[in-house]
């Protein structure tokens, strides 16, 4: 198989480290694809703009992309292009870590998503949303803004099957599910449910559950059951309380024989960052095209948003005098009006209303704290330039 591979510079070394561990994966790199900053040759091998794709000699094509909002849009630029054949996309969280995407002869596919180029309806890379919206942690600049829930709000669990109904009949699949809050295990019942609920419709997407850890410990033995059955991975984030129950979080997914992220064992969570603005003055596309999270799009109440700032940040109204009108998204897609799942796609790659409020330029990090009182919107919000 002769492959070309979309990928950053950054990244190509370690894909060309992991074909050379598979001797038994009868597979070539021919070319990388040119798509963000013009990087060329790697180890001999030609670097081709993407609009040369189509009359390049290659089998298949391999995306390894760690942004999903990238993705989305490379996905879409393939489709524009009249781009044909088996389509694979190492899925994000997996780039981060630089996992191992092989299995014997074949992708992962575990890791990997094929993707049918001529099919009716889109692929859509990745879907979050919330069991929850408040947590046990409350740290402050949560990009989900869970410090300022005063108490628990939960997914309307009717109102999710249907919304996860309507997207399996307007998209042909999901590259990963990623079932989070908030903190996801403050609810374990409703956590399966949506679990189960995501299994039912999306059979062959992968599923994530997010947590912070702290009561990983405290589940119930059938919860981790319905864990492994659906094949769920479980991402723990590993901030510094977090650390120091890493052990018993350990024993329980190794007697439970759960899936998840080994980053848990080594990194930690030491800074967040803040990078919110009220005032709409900030170049929307160059944000859009930046951004890391403009593809984690977040399903809440029936309604599809294209990152979470843009679905969240209402939480805060109240601590600014506000009502949540005056800072909720005005342009989430209601799915379950939605016709066209690529319509609701390339409506989503787009700049949304909140782009134009993103001072990423002006993004101060902070050291990581726990929130035990108030929460200061402050520690949100960038001071944006009179």
């Known amino acids: 198989m002769r492959l070309a591979v979309i990928a950053h510079a950054m990244h190509r070394e370690w894909i060309l480290q992991v074909f050379s561990f598979h001797s038994e994966f009868c597979a070539k790199v021919v070319c990388f694809v040119d798509w963000i900053d013009g990087d060329k040759t790697t180890e001999s091998i030609p670097t081709i703009a993407l609009e040369d794709l189509g009359a390049y000699e290659y089998d298949s094509i391999l995306i390894a992309v760690p942004w999903p909002g990238r993705v989305n849009q490379l996905y879409l630029a393939l489709?524009?292009?009249?781009?044909?054949?088996?389509?694979?996309?190492?899925?994000?969280?997996?780039?981060?870590?630089?996992?191992?995407?092989?299995?014997?002869?074949?992708?992962?596919?575990?890791?990997?998503?094929?993707?049918?180029m001529d099919a009716p309806r889109p692929f859509m890379h990745l879907l979050e949303t919330h069991v929850c919206d408040d947590c046990n942690l409350?740290?402050?600049?949560?990009?989900?803004?869970?410090?300022?829930?005063?108490?628990?709000?939960?997914?309307?669990?009717?109102?999710?099957?249907?919304?996860?109904?309507k997207i399996s009949q307007i998209f042909s699949g999901i590259g990963l599910i990623s079932i989070l809050g908030g903190e996801a295990l403050l609810e374990p019942d409703l956590c399966v449910m949506m679990i189960r609920i995501s299994r039912k419709y999306f059979p062959n997407s992968g599923i994530m559950l997010t947590t912070n850890g702290l009561l990983v410990p405290a589940m119930k033995p059938e919860f981790w059951d319905n864990v492994r059955t659906n094949d769920v991975f479980v991402n723990v984030?590993?901030?510094?309380?977090?650390?120091?129950?890493?052990?018993?979080?350990?024993?329980?997914?190794?007697?439970?024989?759960?899936?998840?992220?080994?980053?848990?064992?080594?990194?930690?969570?030491?800074?967040?960052?803040?990078?919110?603005?009220?005032?709409?003055?900030?170049?929307?596309?160059?944000?859009?095209?930046?951004?890391?999270?403009?593809?984690c799009y977040q399903l809440r109440n029936?309604?599809?948003?294209?990152?979470?700032?843009?679905?969240?940040?209402?939480?805060?109204?109240?601590?600014?005098?506000?009502?949540?009108?005056?800072?909720?998204?005005?342009?989430?897609?209601?799915?379950?009006?939605?016709?066209?799942?690529?319509?609701?796609?390339?409506?989503?790659?787009?700049?949304?209303?909140?782009?134009?409020?993103?001072?990423?330029?002006?993004?101060?990090?902070?050291?990581?704290?726990?929130?035990?009182?108030?929460?200061?919107?402050?520690?949100?919000?960038?001071?944006?330039?009179?």
């Open 79 to 116: 489709r524009d292009l009249q781009i044909t054949g088996d389509i694979y996309a190492i899925r994000p969280t997996m780039i981060e870590a630089k996992r191992d995407f092989i299995c014997g002869e074949i992708f992962d596919p575990f890791l990997v998503d094929k993707i049918a």
């Open 237 to 295: 984030t590993p901030y510094p309380p977090t650390r120091k129950m890493v052990p018993a979080i350990l024993d329980v997914f190794h007697k439970y024989n759960v899936k998840y992220d080994p980053r848990i064992e080594t990194q930690e969570i030491q800074t967040f960052a803040k990078f919110m603005s009220l005032e709409p003055i900030y170049d929307a596309q160059r944000n859009n095209e930046m951004c890391a999270g403009a593809g």
């Open 138 to 165: 409350n740290c402050k600049a949560c990009t989900h803004f869970a410090p300022f829930i005063p108490q628990r709000q939960k997914a309307d669990i009717d109102l999710f099957e249907k919304s996860m109904f």
């Open 302 to 386: 029936g309604y599809l948003g294209k990152c979470p700032e843009s679905m969240y940040i209402d939480f805060m109204a109240e601590s600014l005098g506000k009502s949540p009108t005056d800072l909720r998204a005005k342009d989430a897609v209601n799915i379950l009006e939605a016709d066209s799942g690529m319509e609701v796609l390339r409506k989503l790659c787009a700049p949304c209303d909140m782009c134009r409020k993103c001072a990423k330029e002006l993004r101060k990090d902070i050291r990581w704290e726990r929130i035990d009182k108030i929460p200061d919107p402050r520690d949100w919000l960038i001071c944006s330039p009179q």
